[in-house]
């Protein structure tokens, strides 16, 4: 995720990032822009067509793909900001789950509890990268990796050694059933956040959906040219490429925020967010 001061104004504007859409979009923009002078020099210089203006028509369509292009991002962000709400909650549970085990626990298990808190952050963060965790866990005594290896879905294996271990220390009697039940609500958060997050990383935005805004936008700047010949001639060019700059940079945001896991500009921090839960959890567990 990209570090910004918000009320910084003119060196924003004049910044371009390498997730910036203009970058993205500007081979499509001269595509755009070589369509727009071919159109106007066939119909205005070659055929000597007189046109009359037709904005209208791309006024009342404007309206509308406007209205689809805001509800758009407005699910795209929603999506974005559950995802941060959650791992926030992640941050949360993981500093309970270490306070009470500091507190409640026989010392000898401290570290084995502090390395499984860990390895479920850092496998929850690369699960839902598509990623293999393996070689970023953390082995401590009593902790296998190797038995790892088969394991499909490591978040659920961390959270499943993390409740044995708490369920072999009660019926040990090390802790109290009041004890147990307390901690149950760690250990249960762990499985909950991890589900919410493969729903949002496994439902995209319905596929008819997001593609009937993109065929909107490809035949309304398609069409622009038609509309504007007689009034711009060939200012029509330039001024359909800061159009099309405009709509498609709305859909291409959304598409990336949509999807807040993975590595882009835009995607939430969660290097930097698993980082902060070691620290956390490091300094809860120091003797």
Known sequence: MVQYNTKEWFGLIFRFHKSDTFRILLPAMIYLGVYGVAVTFFLLDFLKFEFHSTTVLHSLLGFVISLLLVFRTNTAYERWWEAR?????????????????????????????????????????????????????????GFDMNTLIFKNHLPNEMARLLFTKTNELYQNQHISGEQFIIVNNELRA??????????????????????????FIFVYTLTIPFGLLADFGYWVAPINMFIFYVLTSLEVIAEEIEEPFGEDSNDLPTDQITLNIEKSVNEIFEK
């Open 85 to 141: 709400k959650l791992w926030g909650s992640l941050v949360n549970n993981a500093r309970n789950l270490a306070i009470k085990a500091k507190s409640m626990f026989p010392e000898c298990e401290h570290e084995y509890f502090k390395t499984l808190i860990l390895n479920f952050t850092v496998s929850l963060k690369h699960h839902l990268r598509d990623q293999n965790a393996l070689s970023a866990l953390h082995a401590c005594n």
């Open 190 to 215: 762990f499985t909950d956040i991890t589900g919410a997050c493969e729903r949002i990383k496994n439902t995209p935005i319905p596929y008819s959906y997001s593609l009937f805004i993109k065929k």
